[in-house]
């Protein structure tokens, strides 16, 4: 268990360590203005056409206001690592033909290319299935400071920013992969949340946590931080599944790859020190730290569409898509690098889930749980 009094280490268990750096926000909020800066969170490798001529021409009138929603601005991080700091999140590690995030490199096993983004954006729509279009379950009341930990694309911080437009929400991620224009009340920042956090005590509302499963060495450290964090009265909801499917009628036989598969990915979290259960978990963690009417909802991801039901005929067909399209996104790394496969053995055993994923006989899901509690008017 990592040790509460030193966070600021880096993480041992990450792919490639590093250390901690502050969080950098990554949409300032000024008016738009007609150009964009240079460095934006969706330019990261080509220059601006005409930048080096504009250099070459000797403008001395100084750095221009030219500061706009979108706009990443270098020059507004503090201290003398600014350039070295600012490189690490601009720029990506390229592994077996896959983009990942550079800063905290390694921490997080996914990919951040164009493919992954879509992936994550598929989760959101089977999420709002799920929840019948809701963005929580967590009785909320006009919150106005919101933090989704771990924000990926940002697509909930961004639906969340219109639902309570008074509010102000927050994103954060290692990854600046989110899109250039957002609501006003909405930000993101490039921060580690499995470290200490930086934002002051008492501060949130509410703090979503979803799919973060294999990326927290240190789950009850990090619930720790959001009850600091979260204002009394406030909320946390941790929405998370399992990686082991499931099957409740028997038509899934016990030596079936579902099982090959759960058990190798729950194999591989174990080795890298990262759970891919907190589904299972996360109630009995949020009231070990300290939060009060905790709620524990369970739900099921068919694997394909298999189910008679509608609703979960639906949700599994997109869960057929998501797993078929996505599964190198969320296995390769940790088959290479964690379990030390060659990349051909990895594609093999990843075309062996798209092939049964095929297979509407086998009755499997995936299980997942929405869990969320209350942190106390006053604390004992």
Same mark, same amino acid.
């Given at each position: ?194 470290? !200490? ?8 509302? $509410? %703090?979503? #946590?979803? +799919?973060? =499963?294999?990326?927290? @060495? ?62 299972? !978990? ?8 300290? $939060? %009060?009417? #905790?709620? +524990?909802? =369970?739900?099921?991801? @068919? ?78």
């Amino acid at each position: 268990m990592t040790d509460p009094n030193a966070p600021k280490k880096a993480d041992a268990s990450s792919l490639h360590s590093m250390g901690h750096d502050s969080a950098i926000q990554i949409n300032d909020h000024h008016e738009p203005q007609p150009t964009p800066l240079p460095l934006s969170i969706h330019n990261t490798s080509t220059p601006v056409q005409g930048a080096q001529d504009q250099d070459e021409a000797g403008d001395d009138d100084g750095p221009t206001d030219d500061a706009s929603d979108s706009g990443f601005d270098s020059e507004s991080l503090i201290g003398d690592e600014t350039d070295t700091l600012a490189s690490s999140i601009m720029h990506y590690r390229m592994e077996n033909g896959r983009q990942y995030h550079a800063y905290r490199d390694g921490a997080y096993w996914g990919p951040n290319d164009e493919v992954a983004k879509e992936i994550l954006d598929f989760a959101h729509h089977m999420y709002l299935l799920t929840l019948d279009r809701k963005l929580h379950l967590a009785p909320i009341t006009n919150p106005q400071r919101i933090l989704d930990a771990g924000t990926g694309t940002g697509i909930w911080a961004i639906d969340m920013a219109d639902q309570y437009p008074s509010a102000t929400v927050v994103g954060t991620d290692l990854s600046p992969i989110q899109p250039e224009w957002v609501p006003p009340n909405c930000m993101f920042e490039i921060d580690d949340v499995t470290l !200490e956090w930086t934002f002051p005590p008492n501060h949130f509302d $509410f %703090v979503h #946590v979803r +799919e973060l =499963f294999g990326c927290v @060495p240190d789950w009850d450290f990090f619930f720790s931080q959001a009850y600091e964090h979260i204002a009394p009265g406030g909320w946390i909801e941790v929405v998370e599944h399992g990686v082991h499917p499931r099957c409740d009628d028997g038509t899934m036989s016990d030596d079936h790859f579902f099982h090959t598969w759960g058990k190798t990915v729950v194999g591989i979290s174990e080795k890298w020190g990262k759970s891919f259960t907190i589904w299972e !978990e996360a109630k009995e963690r949020l009231e070990r730290a300290g $939060f %009060v009417d #905790v709620t +524990e909802v =369970f739900y099921k991801w @068919p694997m394909n569409g298999w189910p008679d039901d509608r609703k979960l005929k639906d949700i599994g067909r997109w869960n057929q898509l998501r797993l078929h399209a996505g599964v190198e996104s969320f296995m390769l790394r940790l088959l290479t690098q964690v379990e030390g496969w060659s990349v051909a053995r990895a594609q093999l055993f990843l075309a062996q889930l798209r092939q049964e994923l095929k297979n509407y006989k086998v009755h499997a899901h995936l299980p997942g749980t929405v869990v969320y509690g209350r942190k106390p008017l006053r604390s004992t």
